[in-house]
């Protein structure tokens, strides 16, 4: 059962245009949401987070939205540029729990 | 700043061997520690979870164990490997306070022949 997907393996875009990743859910219970991007042969990196008394953090050229009726999680990336080329990973978890739950990621391309 | 070290990074071990797979965090203090895996074509997979030296939580049951000597210091270990171990495991950090994300380290890739 799979409590967070990510329905697009992979995602190419041009260099200075806007990605948008996207990430959907199951789990009511889950307050708090985590962008995660991983390199080959490196763990993921953290990028940015939302708790659920939100629906929007930004940090740069990295924007989360949060939809928290249609459980919807989106990243936004703008400009995008060719070292932002990776696989983005969302993850979330509920309450006092430890366990992060993670999509299965999507690979982005920003061509040059 | 904050670092987190895994290693090796790599390795290859037959059927039956021991393991001990080491993560050390330099930085802060008293973090929560965690072992995650990732087997081919899955997600992450928590495997155990420390608050506290000497205070281990595991998450699913397996042939693994982790231990935690001192504050910044968490070594997973198995007595014997079996061919459904072989994968990527992610050691990761978190500060104790509510809603702090998880750092990562860069894993080591683990191959049982």
């Known amino acids: 059962d799979q409590q967070v997907k990510q329905n697009s393996p992979s995602l190419s875009v041009q260099e200075g245009r806007i990605s948008i990743l996207n990430c959907d859910y199951t789990n009511s219970m889950f307050d708090y949401f985590l962008w995660y991007k991983k390199y080959p042969a490196e763990g993921p990196t953290f990028l940015i987070s939302i708790s659920s008394i939100k629906d929007k953090n930004e940090d740069g050229r990295f924007t989360v939205f949060l939809n928290k009726s249609a459980k919807h999680l989106s990243l936004h990336i703008v400009p995008s540029q060719p070292g932002d080329s990776a696989v983005y990973f969302c993850?979330?978890?509920?309450?006092?729990?430890?366990?992060?739950?993670f999509g299965s990621g999507t690979q982005l391309t920003v061509l040059p | 700043s904050q670092t987190i070290h895994q290693w090796p990074a790599t390795l290859v071990q037959p059927v039956g061997s021991p393991l001990s797979l080491e993560c050390t965090v330099e930085g802060t203090s008293n973090p929560n520690l965690y072992w995650y895996r990732q087997a081919a074509g899955r997600g992450l997979q928590l495997l155990f979870y420390s608050v506290g030296i000497g205070q281990i939580s595991s998450e699913v049951p397996q042939n693994l164990s982790a231990s935690r000597p001192q504050d910044r210091q968490f070594i997973l270990s198995s007595k014997k490997l079996l061919l459904s171990d072989s994968g990527f495991y992610l050691c990761?950090?978190?500060?104790?306070?509510?809603?702090?994300?998880?750092?990562f380290g860069d894993g080591t890739r683990l191959s049982i022949l």
């Open positions: 993850a979330a978890r509920s309450g006092s729990a430890r366990q992060l739950t």
């Open positions: 990761a950090w978190s500060p104790k306070f509510r809603n702090q994300p998880q750092h």
